[in-house]
């Protein structure tokens, strides 16, 4: 089975800077055939499921706002926030569905 | 857009089952994959199994493999989950998510999620 690590556990930004989540996964999750990274990324606030905002690695899923991106490729994945909005305060979560899914610990992202 | 709406709160004694049933509504249910993943409190995200109600065939988790029934009923458009031998480490939020066709995907919708407490 792939296991996904995230790094760092936690972190604290100031409003309007910059935020970036890894997240890295213990085998390749890009698929030769297509060239696609087959890695999703989720956002969770308290007591409310968590919401896709990226997948294939890259992809922002349709009304996400522009300042989330994606990035990376094979085991190495990156999600940042250009400029953190208060809105933004919550728990991310990397996925992959290369194979049977898996989630990584999560990354709990606040305000400093 | 597919919404999925889940029955309620359960609170259940050890050694018994629970089913939590996962409606979905404004799409095509037999196109979608339901799965379930848990949510122990304070903790992650664990995938647990899915179903494929077009092929009416499940997968589970190797962890829940024997614990764990997913079905589905087309004419219904309903999901369910039933966990069997309850014990304390069970109590989480379980989510029904979706994922579009049969193979391997990212997950979108996902249910409101349902609370099942596991006490004496």
């Known amino acids: 089975d792939i296991v996904m690590t995230q790094s760092p556990d936690s972190l604290a930004v100031s409003l309007g800077e910059r935020a970036t989540i890894n997240c890295k996964s213990s085998?390749?999750?890009?698929?030769?055939?297509?060239?696609?990274?087959?890695l999703a990324w989720y956002q969770q606030k308290p007591g409310q499921p968590p919401k896709l905002l990226i997948y294939?690695?890259?992809t922002r899923e349709s009304g996400v706002p522009d300042r989330f991106s994606g990035s990376g490729s094979g085991t190495d994945f990156t999600l940042t926030i250009s400029s953190l909005q208060a809105e933004d305060v919550a728990v991310y979560y990397c996925?992959?569905?290369?194979?049977?899914?898996?989630f990584g610990p999560g990354t709990k992202v606040d305000i400093k | 857009q597919v919404q999925l709406v889940q029955s309620g709160a359960e609170v259940k004694k050890p050694g018994s089952s629970v089913k939590v049933s996962c409606k979905a509504s404004?799409?095509?249910?037999?196109?979608?994959?339901i799965s379930w993943v848990r949510q122990a409190p304070g903790q992650g995200l664990e995938w647990m199994g899915r179903?494929?109600?077009?092929?009416?065939?499940?997968n589970y988790a190797q962890k829940f493999q024997g614990r764990v029934t997913i079905t589905a009923d087309k004419s219904t458009s309903t999901a369910y989950m039933e966990l069997s031998s309850l014990r304390s480490e069970d109590t989480a939020v379980y989510y029904c998510?979706?994922?579009?066709?049969?193979?391997?995907?990212?997950?979108?919708?996902w249910g409101q999620g349902t609370l099942v407490t596991v006490s004496s």
């Open positions: 294939w690695a890259s």
């Open positions: 085998q390749s999750v890009l698929y030769s055939s297509n060239n696609k990274n087959y």
């Open positions: 179903i494929i109600p077009i092929l009416g065939i499940a």
């Open positions: 996925q992959q569905y290369y194979s049977t899914p898996a």
């Open positions: 404004g799409g095509t249910f037999s196109s979608y994959t």
């Open positions: 998510a979706l994922s579009s066709g049969p193979k391997w995907a990212w997950f979108d919708p």
